[in-house]
């Protein structure tokens, strides 16, 4: 599927770097969100977007930062974390609201190494 | 919140096998979705499917809302299969809930 894009694929940081996750969908929808998959463990719901606005912090650290400029993209902005951070990044959008039953599409994931 | 699972968590077929995987919820959903997570990472939509049956070629799955569960069923299982079975659930107004999945691996 690529109607959701995620850059870059893989990515390794230093804990003192600042680094940015970015995601693209091509599929007119209004809702975007960030997913956290660690190892042996279930995806996790950090941040819900719709029509730009921030609708859902689920208590993620202040070191993981979103952004949304308009509704096609969406930046996860990274600084300072932990190796513990270590995970797959999946970004996913839906046509309708959160909430209101619609389909969720995924991105293929950014991999990222905190070392 | 709504709890999800899923069952068996683990599973190894013969290629040409059948298998039926299984997912519980413990409240009403508007929105059930099945996911395939091939070896890459990258989740792929099976089916959306909050009530009822359809079926996609080798793959069909049912969902029974009333009892708060839902089936999918592999056919005929080939290597490509294998990978990691996500089922997701989202009750009404709230967000969406993945169960911890399915490990299914198929040997040739």
């Known amino acids: 599927e690529t109607g959701v894009t995620q850059t870059p694929r893989h990515l390794v940081m230093g804990m003192t770097n600042k680094k940015s996750l970015k995601c693209e969908q091509h599929?007119?929808?209004?809702?975007m969100y960030w997913y956290k998959q660690s190892a042996k463990k279930p995806l996790e719901l950090m941040f819900v977007y719709n029509f730009k606005e921030q609708t859902e912090n689920n208590s993620v650290p202040s070191r993981f930062s979103p952004e949304c400029p308009n509704s096609s993209h969406l930046f996860l902005h990274l600084h300072t974390l932990q190796p513990e951070d270590s995970a797959l990044y999946l970004c996913?959008?839906?046509?309708?609201?959160?909430?209101?039953?619609?389909?969720?599409?995924f991105g293929p994931g950014t991999r990222l190494t905190v070392l | 919140g709504i709890q999800v699972e899923q069952s068996p968590p683990d599973l190894i077929l013969q290629e040409g096998a059948n298998s039926t995987l299984r997912c519980n919820f413990s409240?009403?959903?508007?929105?059930l979705q099945w996911f395939h997570q091939n070896p890459w990472g990258q989740l792929i939509n099976l089916f959306y499917i909050p009530s009822g049956t359809k079926q996609n070629g080798r793959l069909s799955a049912t969902t029974v809302a009333t009892e708060r569960y839902s089936l999918l069923y592999i056919s005929s299982s080939q290597t490509t299969d294998s990978g990691v079975y996500f089922c997701?659930?989202?009750?009404?107004?709230?967000?969406?809930?993945f169960g911890p999945g399915t490990r299914l691996s198929v040997l040739p």
């Open positions: 409240d009403s959903v508007n929105n």
């Open positions: 996913a959008s839906s046509g309708g609201s959160p909430g209101q039953g619609d389909t969720q599409y």
């Open positions: 997701a659930v989202e009750n009404y107004g709230q967000n969406f809930v």
């Open positions: 599929l007119g929808h209004n809702a």
